[in-house]
């Protein structure tokens, strides 16, 4: 397609200390769709795990394609923006991929749920997902649970 980048220089799994595409790519393989981003460690010093949901940072934002799996600092309950599932395990400020659409599997259990609910990083633990609740105010929907118990969400992260 015109105007969309179709090569890149870094594999789906590889992490980097120096970026090999740059920030904010988008790249479709099949049905998939996946966007490179900077990993930080945020107040809590956690490392990325592969499979885990990342946030964006609260404070740098969307724009900044930075991201973490510690839930505080990508803004806490209510107002967290959850921006796709690592690709590899990353730590402070590596570079890697995170998918954002299609069918994938967690390495790390939903909060709660079951098959067909929609999935909000609203009042979720580091790393994972939770089940939209109406009594609460509503997160952004992010994913939808396809199988609970094989941790497989249909992703829907915002680009």
Not at 42 to 52: K, L, M, R, S
Not at 59 to 86: P, W
């Given at each position: ?98 998918q954002i659409k299609g069918l994938a599997v967690l ?53």
């Open positions: 397609m015109p105007g969309h980048k179709t090569a890149f220089v870094s594999a789906l799994t590889e992490v980097t200390t120096v970026a090999k595409d740059q920030l904010g790519d988008i790249r479709w393989v099949g049905n998939k769709c996946y966007k490179y981003v900077q990993y930080d460690e945020a107040t809590a010093a956690v490392d990325g795990v592969a499979g885990e949901v990342a946030y964006y940072i609260i404070d740098t934002g969307y724009g900044a394609n930075v991201v973490t799996s510690d839930l505080s600092d990508g803004g806490g309950a209510g107002a967290v923006i959850a921006a796709g599932v690592l690709q590899g395990a990353m730590s402070q400020d590596e570079y890697g991929w995170i390495t790390i259990a939903l909060t709660a749920g079951a098959d067909g609910n929609a999935l909000t990083p609203q009042g979720s633990a580091d790393g994972t997902l939770d089940v939209v609740v109406t009594t609460v105010a509503l997160g952004h929907i992010c994913a939808y649970i396809v199988d609970v118990t094989a941790k497989e969400i249909l992703c829907d992260f915002p680009f």
